[in-house]
């Protein structure tokens, strides 16, 4: 039996060999013991079981093989919270807070709020704990993702109506926010991206058409029928798409606002009607 510091150095070792980070290494290591990353450090004399060390190898492998840490982890962290995720969904994105760090500062007292595109339901998770004022409802085309959502609400113990829907054509309205991460990627897009992503997350959460639009336009066109009187459509949107978007608004009765991420990148629409 190894000590938990060779397993380290040797975990560390192949990682590296795999191109794979020492820190994914560690939270690997950390899981098959059942540990937090830190616990390693001041224990790091204690023998490894063959039990651990066999699930430590087996995870480094699929990481190896390019499956994303969060997967394999079965879990990642949005806005403080932990949210169980595999396969069936978009892994939360950091920029992603940032539209709903907006709404929960701008969302009127008992808003009426629909989260289209739940994935993860981080959105609207995180919507209903920060704001337990707020009446959160969720669709997704997909029932794997719904499936997640709906397990990620009921561990969080938040209220949150799910409902499989192809975008709003299930919902009733009027809503005051209309809520969305939809999947904004251009095809052309595809081989630029990051082969990981490509590779292991939902195509149906990523790719929208020639120019990444196609669901936004469509989005849209139905929120108008469903948002109140001064009403929001909140949108992450791609580094490209705010001149789109802003085409987009002046053919109709949109107001639009766009909020740039901390890197500088066009990031929030916020479009109300006029
Ligand atoms: C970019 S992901 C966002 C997931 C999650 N809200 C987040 O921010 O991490 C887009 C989500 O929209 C869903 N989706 C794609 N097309 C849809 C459609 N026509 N109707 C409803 N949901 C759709 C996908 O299944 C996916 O879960």
Not at 102 to 130: K, N, Q, W
Not at 242 to 261: K, M
């Amino acid at each position: 039996m190894a000590t938990i510091r060779e397993a380290r150095a040797a975990g560390r070792e192949r990682a590296a060999r795999g191109g794979v980070s020492a820190r994914d290494a560690d939270l690997l290591l950390a899981d098959a013991l059942g540990r937090e990353p830190v616990w390693l450090l001041a224990h790091d004399t204690d023998q490894i079981d063959d039990k651990a060390a066999r699930a430590f190898e087996g995870s480094l492998d699929r990481r190896i093989a390019g499956e994303p840490v969060q997967y394999i982890r079965g879990r990642c962290e949005f806005y403080g919270r932990e949210f169980l995720v595999d396969s069936r969904v978009l892994i939360p994105r950091p920029e992603t807070e940032l539209l709903v760090e907006r709404l929960v500062r701008i969302a009127p007292r008992g808003a009426r709020v629909v989260d289209v595109g739940a994935g993860s339901g981080c959105i609207a998770i995180t919507l209903a704990a920060e704001r337990p004022d707020l009446r959160v409802m969720s669709v997704d085309l997909s029932l794997g993702a719904l499936a997640v959502a709906h397990a990620n609400a009921t561990r969080l113990g938040v209220r949150v109506s799910f409902a499989g829907s192809d975008l709003l054509s299930a919902c009733r309205g009027p809503f005051d926010i209309v809520v969305s991460n939809p999947p904004y990627v251009a095809e052309g897009e595809r081989d630029r991206m990051q082969r990981e992503v490509v590779a292991w997350e939902p195509h149906l959460a990523l790719f929208a058409g020639d120019k990444g639009m196609s669901v936004i336009v469509r989005l849209l066109a139905e929120a108008s029928h469903l948002v109140a009187p001064r009403g929001v459509v909140a949108l992450e949107i791609g580094y490209d798409q705010a001149w789109l978007l802003a085409e987009l608004a002046s053919a109709t009765d949109w107001r639009l606002e766009i909020h740039p991420d901390l890197a500088g990148i066009p990031r929030v629409a916020l479009l109300q009607r006029e």
